[in-house]
């Protein structure tokens, strides 16, 4: 059956309140931000995209590609930011002249879903903050 952006939001709501823990995937015990897309991907289609490989915290740093991009790009749909709705998945930079390395659900046009170091999964505001920092912009696929 197909989801809805709605169905997307509702279930990134489920994760609010997991506690942040680097490398797992697991709604209510503990999910860094890949993870949080990871898991919804599990619910939305059955299985994992692929399977993720161990990454230390600074591994954007250490390896200076654009990892977590690729990975998007070869399982959502890339659309341009501006055209990002409820749903859909945002990519970030922490900085202009880094890769990116932070991922979160658009919940609202105003808010965002996501999981940070030190805090659990919660619904943030979408600050200008955060959209000049947003590298990528991607849409489930249809089941």
Do not use: N
């Amino acid at each position: 059956m197909p989801h809805t952006r709605s169905d997307i939001v509702r279930l990134a709501r489920a994760w609010i309140g997991t506690p942040y823990h680097h490398q797992a995937s697991a709604r209510g015990i503990g999910t860094d931000c890949i993870g949080l897309i990871r898991g919804l991907y599990r619910e939305l289609y059955g299985q994992e995209a692929e399977a993720a490989p161990a990454y230390s915290r600074d591994w954007a740093e250490a390896a200076g590609e654009e990892t977590l991009l690729a990975a998007a790009r070869r399982h959502l749909v890339e659309i341009a930011p501006a055209d990002a709705g409820p749903g859909d998945v945002l990519v970030f930079r922490y900085r202009t002249v880094a890769v990116a390395k932070h991922a979160a659900i658009m919940a609202t046009p105003l808010t965002m879903i996501h999981a940070i170091e030190g805090a659990p999964v919660t619904e943030v505001a979408l600050s200008p903050w955060w959209r000049r920092h947003m590298a990528a912009a991607f849409s489930f696929p249809p089941p």
